[in-house]
Nanobody, 116 residues
Framework: QVQLVESGGGLVQAGGSLRLSCAASGGTFSMYNMAWFRQAPGKEREFVAAISWRGTNTYYGDSVKGRFTISRDNAKNTVYLQMNSLKPEDTAVYYC?????????WGQGTQVTVSS
């Protein structure tokens, strides 16, 4: 079973950038479609971005299109989320998700706070 550990969160001013990483272990990383979700206080978990197992297809939530970029390095068992032009409304806990047709796995999350 794959384990996921997110890192790279923190406090940044509006207009700034952060790069999140999600390191996977205990499974065959290249088998998994990977995604990022986020959850702000009092709100439901929201889809942010996804990338196919080979990295050939990417998908984004409407609120982050043109600002965020998802990528993966299968040799390093890691998926990334480059976040640019951050806004206060991007403040949330960001979660990494690994998924196949039969399973879904979550990391513990990393906090991103964007100050105005």
């Amino acid at each position: 079973q794959v384990q996921l550990v997110e890192s790279g969160g923190g406090l940044v001013q509006a207009g700034g950038s952060l790069r999140l990483s999600c390191a996977a272990s205990g499974g065959t990383f290249s088998m998994y479609n990977m995604a990022w979700f986020r959850q702000a206080p009092g709100k439901e978990r929201e889809f942010v971005a996804a990338i196919s197992w080979r990295g050939t297809n990417t998908y984004y939530g409407d609120s982050v299109k043109g600002r965020f970029t998802i990528s993966r390095d299968n040799a390093k068992n890691t998926v990334y989320l480059q976040m640019n032009s951050l806004k206060p409304e991007d403040t949330a806990v960001y979660y990494c998700n690994a998924r196949t047709a039969l399973s879904s796995h979550w990391g513990q999350g990393t906090q991103v706070t964007v100050s105005s």
